[in-house]
């Protein structure tokens, strides 16, 4: 089991920036590709960004490209998304979620709110 807990959404304005952080407990977290995830309402949820278990290689939407940055602290269990630029169309609930080499993501955080206002 691997327990995931997000913060640092909140309300801001079309323009800024926001660093949300992802804790993990439990398993060893450096055993982990992690990622990113949004839903806004009504909509499917769908990939932000992913990094992989060194932080060697990271992945990003066509969406969030340039403006999102992802990055991870193995020593400190945690992993954080740098976002920048930020539009009204970035609202959402962001989730981070962890998965195994070969497997789909398989746990889960309880998301946090990103609300963008134009």
């Known amino acids: 089991q691997v327990q995931l807990v997000e913060s640092g959404g909140g309300l801001v304005q079309a323009g800024g920036s926001l660093r949300l952080s992802c804790a993990a407990s439990g398993r060893i977290f450096s055993n982990y590709n992690t990622g990113w995830f949004r839903q806004a309402p009504g909509k499917e949820r769908e990939f932000v960004a992913a990094?992989?278990?060194?932080?060697?290689?990271?992945f990003y939407a066509d969406s969030v490209k340039g403006r999102f940055t992802i990055s991870r602290d193995n020593a400190k269990n945690t992993v954080s998304l740098q976002m920048s630029s930020l539009k009204p169309e970035d609202t959402a609930v962001y989730y981070c979620?962890?998965?195994?080499?070969?497997?789909?993501?398989?746990?889960w955080g309880q998301g946090t709110q990103v609300t963008v206002s134009s």
């Open positions: 990094i992989s278990r060194s932080g060697g290689s990271t």
């Open positions: 979620a962890v998965r195994s080499p070969g497997r789909e993501y398989d746990y």
